[in-house]
């Protein structure tokens, strides 16, 4: 009897030992919980800080950026940034030719060129130029249009300033007009007598390259010079192009010929 009495209230003990421990567990697994939570909050509330503080620091960026002054970059003097050059090619003019050409950018480094050379000369036997030539006089009466590609090379170069290179092709028509005739000669001396005269049209047309260089001065003043080699097609017959073939000043033989130019020119 003493015996059953004993394992009754030792089963006692250990089932109240058990409860206690049960709800021990319960409330250190509640108490983890509750830290939890605030935990929870309490980076929530560190992130919505965080973002406030993004905030506040664009809006003082964009104060400060609209408080700053437009800087407007300054154009340097000695290279002033123009479009258009219109130019005069004076070397022409000893010939008797109106040359002109017109420069139009069209990228920061490159642009389109066109001249256009209008002569009309007239060639006699005392002529240094005719001297190139057979017979007693020539004269020409006709018109060149070339088209030039320009790029503008070397790094510091742009548009219509310093260095570049230029494809460039051509037509020209003239008409040509030559007088021939023989020396006859008696005790006294020589003179000259005409024999026949003749007129024709001649037309060409070419392609090639020039190196050239283009300053700029006093803001709207341009230099240019250049130098190159073209190919000349004769589109009229050998004959008449041998004929009207002019060494250095007006070619027609079919064959390349060096060139040069300078013009002065105005840039706006």
């Not at 030792?10 to 409330?27: F, H, M, P, R």
């Not at 006294?188 to 047309?205: H, I, K, L």
Request: charged letters at 20%.
């Amino acid at each position: 009897m003493r015996k059953a009495l004993y394992i009754l209230v030792l089963c006692c003990i250990v089932g109240a030992s058990y409860a206690q421990t049960n709800d021990s567990l319960n409330t250190i697994e509640q108490q983890q919980e509750a830290l939890r939570q605030q935990q929870l909050r309490l980076q929530a509330k560190q992130d919505s800080l965080q973002r406030e503080q993004d905030r506040i620091t664009a809006e003082k960026l964009k104060q400060q950026q609209a408080a700053q002054p437009v800087v407007t970059p300054s154009v340097v003097e000695d290279e002033p940034v123009n479009h258009t050059v219109i130019a005069l090619h004076p070397l022409f003019a000893v010939l008797g030719q109106a040359d002109f050409s017109l420069e139009q950018s069209i990228s920061k480094t490159s642009s389109l060129y066109l001249e256009f050379i209008y002569h009309d000369f007239n060639l006699r036997e005392n002529s240094t130029v005719a001297a190139f030539m057979p017979g007693d006089w020539i004269a020409y009466t006709g018109y060149r249009a070339e088209l030039q590609y320009r790029y503008y090379a070397i790094p510091e170069s742009r548009a219509l300033y310093k260095l570049y290179i230029a494809p460039h092709v051509y037509f020209k028509q003239d008409e040509v007009s030559r007088g021939e005739g023989n020396r006859y000669g008696n005790n006294n001396g020589q003179s000259r007598q005409y024999e026949f005269y003749r007129q024709y049209q001649a037309q060409a047309m070419g392609a090639g390259v020039n190196i050239g260089y283009q300053i700029q001065f006093l803001r709207h003043l341009t230099f240019d010079t250049s130098v190159g080699a073209s190919y000349t097609m004769p589109l009229t017959g050998k004959t008449i192009s041998d004929l009207a073939h002019l060494p250095l000043v007006n070619p027609y033989k079919e064959g390349m010929m060096l060139r040069m130019n300078l013009s002065l020119g105005f840039a706006f």
